[in-house]
């Protein structure tokens, strides 16, 4: 016999005492992450609560009173992550949702980011959100009168006019490492990362295998991923690249016709006009849980599942890993299409905090979500509740390949796949995200779980032994069916 990556330890794993374990006082204390990886849950009122250090991953464990409490990170250029101390925590309405104005930037749970490379003294309100545009209490009144709209959303640029593709500059700046030739040894991304966590050993291992999923060219031969080139195929078929006239990258190719422009401008004005209709209609009711999904959605496939985590931790595992080579993907993807947040084009949309300084396309929020619902209907066990169900069929089933066809939007008889969409959605109604961008994201999502060999009769094109290895101990924690 042969010794393979299976056989050996993840360090870190669930329950194993290493790093701390899984649930004691190191990666997610208590629980799966209570005051922990991301305080009080999956990234509780942010992407990384007080930054991906305070009372998170180096609290309580990995480093307390070390190398980021008390010593390397408090009171100098790390004070609860990078960046200056806030003058107050957030006040009003959100506060219970959001929690305090944190700092740092963070690329998300189990693939996130943390300061130990010194990005000096930046604030944030959340992951990648400058401060300055944290949460403030607009009114959702549009009674029209006194000569004024109550928003100016008929106000609106050219999509083509100077700079309005996304710029480098306009990158976070502990984010814009993005914008170079993608290092597949993910250096800058594990700067302070658990290196013994099975989810980041998947993503570490994804990324080895990038000429399979990478975004554009590679190193300027020609080269186009698989991944990428049934991306801009099933997406030019679904219509959501038409903002971008002869398909020019972010913006109209130089050879664009006046009525490919013309075209494309008419797309992004549907888009448009959806999103001022969801701020109109949805905005105010859905404040409060898109709120909360801003920075975490782990815990509500937790809720959907009625799930404890620390008696499941491989499947809570499972989601980490989801979450992590998501993050990988989206942003090496929306490096590459550069396309600018609704707010830019329609001012008038005033999101209530935000947008993250990253492009639009393709919605992380929809990537991730839909990744998570479809790594977790590998399950079977999980399935039969949550999966896809058949006209009168007692239980539901994992989806297939041409279940997962459908268009965005359109329901798929699936509690866990419903979930994702309502998470994605979210961003549409906060004027975050253009409908086209939510799609993109479940697109993307579902080109990467046929490549990992999750969906049904596909064979792996990316061999991921880190994530087989979570998804067998996963399934076994439902194999007795209860629930």
Same mark, same amino acid.
């Given at each position: 016999?042969?010794?393979? +990556?299976?056989?050996?330890?993840?360090?870190?794993?669930?329950?194993?005492?290493?790093?701390?374990?899984?649930?004691?006082?190191?990666?997610?204390?208590?629980?799966?992450?209570?005051?922990?990886?991301?305080?009080?849950?999956?990234?509780?009122?942010?992407?990384?609560?007080?930054?991906?250090?305070?009372?998170?991953?180096?609290?309580?464990?990995?480093?307390?009173?070390?190398?980021?409490?008390?010593?390397?990170?408090?009171?100098? #250029?790390?004070?609860?992550?990078?960046?200056?101390?806030?003058?107050?925590?957030?006040?009003?309405?959100?506060?219970?949702?959001?929690?305090?104005?944190?700092?740092?930037?963070?690329?998300?749970?189990?693939?996130?980011?943390?300061?130990?490379?010194?990005?000096?003294?930046?604030? !944030?309100?959340?992951?990648?959100?400058?401060?300055?545009?944290?949460?403030?209490?607009?009114?959702?009144?549009? #009674?029209?009168?006194?000569?004024?709209?109550?928003?100016?959303?008929?106000?609106?640029?050219?999509?083509?006019?100077?700079?309005?593709?996304?710029?480098?500059?306009?990158?976070?700046?502990?984010?814009?490492?993005?914008?170079?030739?993608?290092?597949?040894?993910?250096?800058?991304?594990l700067q302070d990362l658990n290196?013994?966590?099975? *989810?980041?050993?998947?993503?570490?291992?994804?990324?080895? =295998?990038?000429? =399979?999923?990478?975004?554009? #060219?590679?190193?300027?031969?020609?080269?186009?991923?698989?991944?990428?080139?049934?991306?801009?195929?099933?997406?030019?078929?679904?219509?959501?690249?038409?903002?971008?006239?002869?398909?020019?990258?972010?913006?109209?190719?130089?050879?664009?016709?006046? $009525?490919?422009?013309?075209?494309?401008?008419?797309?992004?004005?549907?888009?448009?006009? $959806?999103? /001022?209709?969801?701020? !109109?209609?949805? !905005?105010? &009711?859905?404040?409060?849980?898109?709120?909360? $999904?801003?920075?975490?959605?782990?815990?509500?496939?937790?809720?959907?599942?009625?799930?404890?985590?620390?008696?499941?931790?491989? #499947?809570?595992?499972?989601?980490?890993?989801?979450?992590?080579?998501?993050?990988?993907?989206?942003?090496?993807?929306?490096?590459?299409?550069? @396309? /600018?947040?609704?707010?830019? %084009?329609?001012?008038?949309?005033?999101?209530?905090?935000?947008?993250? @300084?990253?492009?639009?396309?393709?919605?992380?929020?929809?990537?991730?979500?839909?990744?998570? +619902?479809?790594?977790?209907?590998?399950?079977?066990?999980?399935?039969?509740?949550?999966?896809?169900?058949?006209?009168? +069929?007692?239980?539901?089933? +994992?989806?297939?390949?041409?279940?997962?066809?459908?268009?965005?939007?359109?329901?798929?008889? *699936?509690?866990?796949?419903?979930?994702?969409?309502?998470?994605?959605?979210?961003?549409? &109604?906060?004027?975050?995200?253009?409908?086209?961008?939510s799609a993109a994201g479940r @697109? %993307?999502? /579902?080109? %990467?779980? =046929?490549?990992?060999?999750?969906?049904?009769?596909?064979a792996a094109s990316i061999t991921?032994?880190?994530?087989?290895? /979570? @998804?067998?101990?996963? $399934?076994?924690?439902?194999?007795?069916?209860?629930?």
């Open positions: 016999m042969s010794w393979t +990556a299976q056989n050996f330890s993840i360090l870190g794993s669930p329950n194993v005492g290493a790093h701390g374990a899984w649930n004691v006082g190191a990666h997610n204390v208590g629980a799966y992450n209570v005051g922990a990886h991301n305080v009080g849950a999956y990234n509780v009122g942010a992407h990384n609560v007080g930054a991906h250090n305070v009372g998170a991953h180096n609290v309580g464990a990995f480093n307390v009173g070390a190398h980021n409490v008390g010593a390397h990170n408090v009171g100098a #250029t790390n004070v609860g992550a990078t960046g200056a101390p806030l003058e107050a925590p957030l006040q009003g309405p959100l506060a219970p949702v959001i929690g305090a104005v944190t700092l740092g930037t963070g690329a998300g749970s189990a693939g996130g980011r943390g300061f130990l490379g010194g990005y000096g003294a930046i604030a !944030r309100f959340e992951y990648a959100t400058p401060v300055g545009l944290s949460p403030l209490p607009w009114s959702a009144d549009f #009674t029209v009168g006194e000569g004024w709209p109550p928003y100016p959303v008929e106000h609106r640029l050219d999509p083509f006019g100077p700079l309005l593709a996304w710029q480098a500059a306009d990158w976070d700046p502990a984010l814009r490492f993005w914008t170079l030739p993608f290092d597949p040894q993910l250096t800058e991304w290196l013994g966590d099975p *989810s980041i050993m998947a993503a570490r291992e994804f990324a080895g =295998q990038h000429r =399979q999923w990478l975004a554009g #060219t590679d190193g300027g031969n020609g080269y186009v991923s698989p991944l990428h080139a049934e991306l801009e195929a099933d997406a030019a078929g679904e219509g959501l690249f038409a903002w971008r006239p002869g398909r020019g990258g972010s913006g109209p190719a130089p050879d664009a016709s006046v $009525q490919a422009r013309a075209d494309a401008r008419a797309a992004i004005d549907r888009d448009l006009i $959806q999103l /001022v209709d969801l701020m !109109r209609d949805d !905005r105010a &009711r859905y404040l409060e849980e898109t709120a909360m $999904q801003s920075g975490q959605i782990a815990p509500y496939f937790i809720h959907l599942l009625r799930m404890d985590p620390s008696a499941r931790p491989w #499947t809570v595992a499972l989601m980490n890993c989801a979450s992590a080579i998501g993050n990988l993907v989206k942003m090496q993807y929306k490096a590459h299409y550069r @396309r /600018v947040r609704p707010s830019t %084009l329609c001012p008038g949309l005033v999101p209530p905090w935000g947008p993250p @300084r990253h492009p639009a396309f393709p919605s992380g929020h929809s990537t991730v979500a839909h990744l998570t +619902a479809m790594f977790l209907l590998s399950v079977p066990g999980i399935a039969r509740q949550l999966g896809i169900f058949e006209p009168g +069929a007692p239980r539901g089933r +994992a989806p297939r390949r041409q279940d997962m066809a459908a268009a965005y939007g359109v329901d798929q008889r *699936s509690p866990m796949l419903w979930l994702a969409w309502r998470i994605a959605k979210g961003r549409e &109604r906060l004027g975050l995200h253009y409908p086209t961008d @697109r %993307l999502a /579902v080109l %990467l779980w =046929q490549a990992l060999g999750l969906a049904e009769g596909h991921v032994p880190a994530l087989d290895q /979570v @998804r067998r101990m996963a $399934q076994a924690e439902w194999a007795d069916g209860a629930v």
